[in-house]
């Protein structure tokens, strides 16, 4: 109890153990990391308000609130939260189906919605849930991110090409739309969102550190400024009515609540993932300590506390948190920095929003989705495994012809499925010894095609023994005495074998069984202790006996050739172990051991 309380007391304190390392050195670094940050999150914060189906000045309010409560509580010392992609689309996709975007109601239900992701987010940084976050496959994440990306374009496109288009629906029906009106396209609306998409490309390609999207957003704007954009039917943003938040609580009643609960578990859950994995990667990096559960709470903390003040979801930015580093921050007191400046510059800016034509804005979301879709990673996880394909392919496709919050529970499922036909199919391999380097090995049989003992058959299992698994594992043996034939001994290495359950216990006491029926033996290689806990606890050393439970690959194998029949040793002509030499040799052999010598390779070794 003690224990806990002290926990919590550490994770909820205001004063943080980073404070100690903000010095005049720290501060000037962060002040420049900050200012950069804000230069770059002023038009995204617009933009991804806009995919969330909010007011612009709801994406900036979501800039300044969470990241400084995220900073203060979270365990990244340069991540930076606020407004994500990801998160705006998910949210988009959650509460169309509800109201209509952009309405009082649609934003009363976002704040509703942020409160709630917060709140689910504190219970799992209180029941410690940072590890379990982590197993999910990456292949989730990437397929996600591509299908939002589709999304996002897909919404985009209407307005970069002028068009006045019914908002909602999937990517199908968005398409169908745009392709319907096509004919209406506004050659201005066109050239501005080409414009801004250029200047983004050309500032890339000058300095990766310029705040790209703020340059193309000035100078698309001026673009529309001298084409009288206005006059030529291009709609333009209307001026920010408020530029501080302000106290609001959201109202709501318990049908609400039901309706928004699926949706705050898939963003929880999404923001949770970005968050988590973006601060452990900056602190491997880095090389300073990072606590996922701290994260936790400090991002439920943002999100809670954010809903009251007119943000909505957010989770930490990789694009951000990158340019922060870059930029030189040493504290999370750089993301606090970039609240303040992006404040000053929405003071300054505030009056010139209603001069930024919408496609100019629309050309900005259409480039950040093409970056948000990571070709790189996609064809990595094509050309390198098979079942990570299909767990990113799965995710694509659900939220491509489904929903985008669906998505990430076939995507869960997908990897649960994957992982569940591995654990099924744990490696099971025959192995015979072969003189390696001057010493002995045991090598995969049918890797190297190595002359068997006509006695003793030697196998290992590398994997989970459980219900799952002992009907692959049984095959594999059948099929190996199929093409080998059946041996009087059997010694088995439970070498990679971590789980065994009473299933897996009992598949091992009717070998044992089977192979004393022939007039056989089984000798079983167990290492670790808790391995051999659970086979005593389990019987299975009460049906094999003590002594032919062994702790090392030498012991066994000793153990086996002292009980092969000596007539059929006289015989043998293979002498497969250095303990044969124990046994009497055919004539002409004198005893000497036969064996193998294997060329250096790649094969396995036991």
Same mark, same amino acid.
Not at 514 to 530: D, F, K, N, V
């Given at each position: ?34 200012f950069?940050?804000?230069? /770059?999150?002023?038009p995204?914060?617009?933009a991804?308000a806009? /995919? ?21 509580f979270? +365990?990244?010392m340069?991540? =930076? ?7 705006? +689309? ?13 309405? #009082? ?16 987010q ?8 940072g590890?379990?976050?982590s197993?999910?496959?990456h292949?989730?994440?990437?397929g ?9 374009? @897909?919404?985009?496109?209407a ?7 019914e908002?909602?629906g999937?990517v199908?029906?968005r398409?169908?739309?745009v392709?319907h009106?096509? &004919?209406g ?8 969102a ?12 000058i300095?990766?550190?310029? #705040?790209?999207?703020?340059v193309?957003? =000035? =100078?698309?704007?001026?673009?529309g ?10 709609? *333009?943003?209307?001026?920010? #009515?408020?530029i501080?938040p @302000?106290?609001?609580a ?18 929880a859950f999404?923001?949770l ?41 957010g ?10 580093? %870059? ?10 920095? +970039? ?5 000053? *510059? ?16 629309? @050309? ?42 669906f998505?990430?529970v076939v995507?869960v ?13 744990p490696?099971?391999?025959m192995?015979?010894?072969? /003189? ?13 095609d ?7 058959a030697?196998?290992?299992? %590398?994997?989970p023994?459980y ?7 049984? @095959?594999?043996?059948?099929d190996?005495?199929?093409?080998y ?6 010694v088995?290495?439970?070498?990679g ?11 091992? /006491?009717?070998e044992i ?16 202790p %808790?391995?051999v806990?659970?086979l ?8 094999l006996? %003590?002594?032919?439970?062994?702790l090392?690959k030498?012991?066994?194998v000793a153990?086996?050739?002292? &009980? ?15 303990e044969?030499?124990?046994?009497p ?19 396995t070794t036991?």
């Amino acid at each position: 109890m003690a224990d806990t309380l002290s926990r919590l007391r550490r994770q909820f304190s205001p004063v943080r153990p980073w404070y100690a390392k903000v010095s005049a050195e720290t501060m000037k670094r962060d002040a420049v990391a900050g200012f950069t940050n804000a230069a /770059i999150v002023l038009p995204q914060g617009v933009a991804f308000a806009i /995919i969330a189906g909010l007011p612009p000045e709801y994406g900036l309010y979501t800039a300044m609130i969470p990241p400084i409560i995220a900073a203060i509580f979270g +365990a990244s010392m340069v991540m =930076v939260s606020g407004p994500t992609t990801a998160i705006s +689309a998910v949210l988009f996709a959650t509460l169309s189906e509800h109201a209509a975007p952009g309405t #009082p109601a649609y934003v009363n239900m976002a704040l509703t919605l942020t409160i709630i992701v917060g709140l689910m987010q504190l219970a799992a940084g209180l029941a410690r849930l940072g590890a379990l976050i982590s197993f999910i496959s990456h292949s989730v994440i990437i397929g996600f991110t591509a299908a939002a990306a589709v999304l996002i374009g @897909g919404s985009q496109l209407a307005p970069a090409l002028g068009l006045t288009v019914e908002r909602g629906g999937g990517v199908i029906e968005r398409l169908l739309r745009v392709a319907h009106g096509i &004919e209406g396209t506004n050659p201005v609306a066109l050239a501005l969102a080409l414009a801004t998409i250029g200047t983004i490309l050309i500032c890339l390609r000058i300095d990766k550190r310029l #705040p790209s999207y703020l340059v193309a957003l =000035v =100078v698309g704007s001026a673009f529309g400024y001298a084409l009288d954009a206005p006059a030529a039917g291009i709609a *333009m943003f209307d001026p920010l #009515p408020s530029i501080l938040p @302000g106290f609001s609580a959201p109202q709501t009643d318990f049908q609400t609540l039901a309706n928004l609960v699926p949706g705050a578990a898939t963003i929880a859950f999404v923001a949770l993932l970005e968050a988590i994995s973006i601060g452990r990667a900056f602190a491997i990096r880095r090389n300073e300590p990072y606590d996922a559960n701290h994260e936790i709470v400090g991002q439920g903390l943002s999100n809670v506390i954010g809903g009251f003040f007119k943000c909505y979801a957010g989770s930490g930015s990789f694009t951000r948190s990158a340019l922060n580093a %870059e930029s030189g921050a040493r504290t999370p007191l750089s993301a606090i920095f +970039a609240a303040g400046f992006l404040l000053l *510059m929405l003071i300054l800016l505030a009056p010139f929003v209603r001069l930024i034509p919408v496609p100019v804005m629309a @050309g900005i979301i259409l480039y950040v989705a093409w970056r948000l879709i990571n070709f790189a990673e996609v064809a990595h996880v094509r050309e390198s495994s098979r079942s990570e394909t299909f767990i990113l392919a799965a995710t694509f496709v659900a939220g491509i012809a489904v929903e985008l919050e669906f998505a990430i529970v076939v995507g869960v499922i997908s990897s649960l499925f994957v992982f569940l036909r591995k654990s099924a199919a744990p490696m099971v391999s025959m192995l015979a010894p072969v /003189i390696h380097k001057n010493s002995r090995s045991f090598r995969d049989v049918t890797r190297y095609d190595i002359p068997q003992c006509p006695q003793i058959a030697v196998y290992r299992i %590398e994997g989970p023994l459980y219900f799952a698994s002992i009907e692959y594992v049984e @095959g594999r043996f059948r099929d190996y005495e199929t093409v080998y034939g059946v041996k009087d001994i059997v010694v088995l290495h439970l070498r990679g074998v971590g789980t065994i359950d009473l299933a897996g216990a009992d598949f091992l /006491i009717k070998e044992i069984r089977t192979i004393r029926s022939r007039g056989g033996q089984m000798h079983l290689i167990a290492t670790r202790p %808790e391995v051999v806990r659970v086979l005593k606890n389990t019987h299975v050393v009460e049906a094999l006996g %003590e002594d032919h439970l062994h702790l090392g690959k030498a012991d066994a194998v000793a153990e086996a050739v002292a &009980e092969a029949q000596t007539d059929m040793c006289g015989t043998c002509r293979i002498r497969a172990f250095q303990e044969c030499v124990s046994k009497p040799a055919p004539d002409g052999l004198d005893g000497y051991v036969s064996q193998i010598e294997l060329r250096p390779t790649r094969g396995t070794t036991g």
